[in-house]
């Protein structure tokens, strides 16, 4: 089962949530950590797989029955870091743009749901919330959460639309 960069928009979490569950299972520890991360990300709770076995291993930890923590989560990239702390690694700089890409999606569909125009002041404003620059970078973002979302993005666009009153 592959995960592919369209189930990181945070739209379709519980699809992505069970896909990790399901790896984790497989025996790929690495899923875990990427459980928590995409949780944390995007303000979701942890699913009771990945709480119970976080907790399980951090009283295993404590009671020094565990060696490291590597072998809960895997090794991380499995190689040692060549960065500096604070400095920002080609990964993390794509996964800071696919975030906020996803950031600056919500945003526009929720502005299009309260009936705003989409137009440079929306992605001004956007900007400016978000702190992710002006109205350029945010229309890069915006268009990389669309292409993130292909296979939904009619269904959540449509959705989106302003609410029209009922004259009954």
Not at 98 to 118: N, T
Request: positive net charge; charged residues 35%; hydrophobic residues 30%.
């Amino acid at each position: 089962m592959s995960i592919t960069p369209q189930h990181r928009f945070p739209s379709r979490p519980k699809y992505y949530l069970r896909e990790l569950e399901a790896e984790y299972r497989a025996g790929k520890q690495e899923a875990l950590i990427r459980a928590i991360e995409y949780c944390g990300s995007f303000e979701l709770l942890i699913p009771k797989w990945a709480a119970r076995t976080l907790t399980y291993a951090y009283r295993a930890g404590r009671a020094d029955q565990m060696g490291s923590w590597d072998e809960l989560f895997g090794k991380p990239n499995g190689k040692p870091c060549r960065y500096k702390p604070g400095r920002r690694t080609p990964l993390s700089e794509k996964l800071r743009r696919e975030r906020m890409a996803s950031y600056v999606g919500d945003e526009v569909l929720k502005a299009r749901h309260q009936g705003r125009a989409i137009d440079n002041e929306l992605f001004d404003e956007i900007g400016r919330e978000l702190g992710v620059g002006g109205r350029t970078e945010v229309k890069r973002l915006y268009k990389m959460a669309k292409e993130e979302a292909e296979p939904f993005w009619d269904a959540l666009w449509k959705h989106s639309a302003p609410k029209r009153p009922n004259n009954h």
